[in-house]
């Protein structure tokens, strides 16, 4: 992929060529797939394929994304004709891309009001209103000369079993990813999914707590609640273990469920739009908690947070948008967050974010 100079140029020139696109290597992959949108080019869709992108609150100035692709390349491949002339057309020599209709210049979270919000998620709970609610932090970095092709070789070299993921829109803007955590996985009637909460750094993994453990079960029960409502032949639960992605470990539980029928897309978009946000990035219960997040924060988590991936006829791979950062034409803004319960350190919380954000910020 480093070779591929027009692929670089087409990373670096969405917006000034009214391109989309959706660049993503699943976990175990070695590849990448980028699937390509132009809205002034007449070509049709790929068949019934389309990548989602997922916003945390949907509304505003941030729409639910679909990149309906009407070309599909890997990273070693050469772009399609229509594409490459757009490019060469192209006279602008400046990285647009960085900038999009929603863009700002960003302020890092205060730690003092990071530590404050904290106490009064602990607060609510003691006052039984909430069980657990996800705290987010930004952390914003000066935008360095790396090329985007090589930050994505180097996630996918040091992260292989998370979900790697590109996306640009002129009206999103430009994210990059690497995601531990399934949403849904879903392959003809088979579907997997995960519980996955607490954090660790690879020294602390004998350290486990009550507070990691019962902030682990809360997504459990939740996904529990959710897929009895729907039509099931058999659902297996595997864990909760250990789960290492990079320089963290987590505890994981795996749902592996049997559906009576193969669901149609837009069950699987509807099962998605369900599950989302789980407690793991949203709270518990899911309405006083996102409510108390809304109050809290200070900043728009905007897609941080909320669903993306590819969506076929007979199979889905979605993944919750963690470990990413969004682009801008100075910046690079990284998301990352923490799970608030009762016993819950805030200082110990604030450090969990900031080993979070540089698990992917030290390869831009």
């Known amino acids: ?3 591929n100079q027009l692929l670089q140029q087409l990373l670096e020139a ?3 060529c009214n391109v989309s696109v959706a660049g993503f290597s699943l976990p175990g992959e070695s590849k990448f797939t980028f699937w390509i949108q132009s809205t002034d080019l007449d070509y049709p869709p790929l068949n019934d394929s389309e990548f989602i992108i997922y ?3 949907v509304g505003g100035n941030f729409p639910i994304i679909r990149i309906k692709p009407q070309w599909s390349i890997y990273d070693n491949e050469v772009l399609p004709e229509p594409i490459q002339k757009k490019l060469i057309n192209s006279s602008t020599k400046s990285t647009e891309y960085w900038h999009s209709l929603i863009d700002n ?6 730690i003092k009001d990071f530590l404050l919000q904290v106490d009064e998620i602990k607060h609510q709970i003691s006052l039984g209103n909430i069980e657990k609610a996800m705290l987010s932090a930004i952390r ?3 935008r360095s000369e790396k090329k985007i ?11 292989p079993n998370a979900f790697i993921s590109y996306t640009s829109t002129p009206i999103h803007g430009t994210w990059i990813g690497a995601t531990p955590e399934i949403l849904l996985f879903q392959h003809d009637k088979r579907i997997e999914t ?3 909460a607490g954090t660790k750094t690879l020294e602390q993994q004998h350290e486990w707590s009550e507070k990691e453990r019962h902030e682990q079960d809360l997504v459990t029960q939740y996904i529990h609640e959710i897929f009895h409502k729907y039509p099931i032949e058999e659902i297996e639960i595997q864990g909760p273990e250990y789960y290492s992605i990079g320089p963290l470990i987590h505890l994981r539980t795996l749902f592996r469920i049997n559906l009576q029928d193969i669901p149609q897309k837009p069950m699987m978009e509807k099962l998605a739009r369900e599950m989302h946000p789980t407690p793991a990035v949203g709270g518990y219960p899911k309405t006083a908690s996102l409510k108390l997040i809304q109050q809290l924060e200070k900043h728009e988590r905007s897609y941080y ?5 590819p969506i076929t006829l007979n199979s889905s791979s979605l993944f919750v948008n963690l470990r990413c950062a969004s682009l801008h034409r100075n910046q690079v803004a990284f998301y990352s967050g923490a799970g608030i319960t009762a016993g819950s350190d805030p200082e110990s919380e604030w450090e969990e974010t900031g080993h979070k954000a540089a698990s992917i910020a030290k390869y831009f």
């Open 149 to 159: 092709a090589d930050i994505l070789l180097d996630l996918r070299k040091n992260y």
């Open 55 to 57: 916003p945390f609150f």
């Open 105 to 110: 210049v960003f302020e890092a979270t205060n």
């Open 194 to 196: 995960v519980s996955l």
């Open 1 to 3: 992929m480093k070779e």
């Open 305 to 309: 947070a909320g669903f993306l991936g």
């Open 140 to 142: 914003v970095l000066p």
């Open 14 to 16: 969405t917006k000034t």
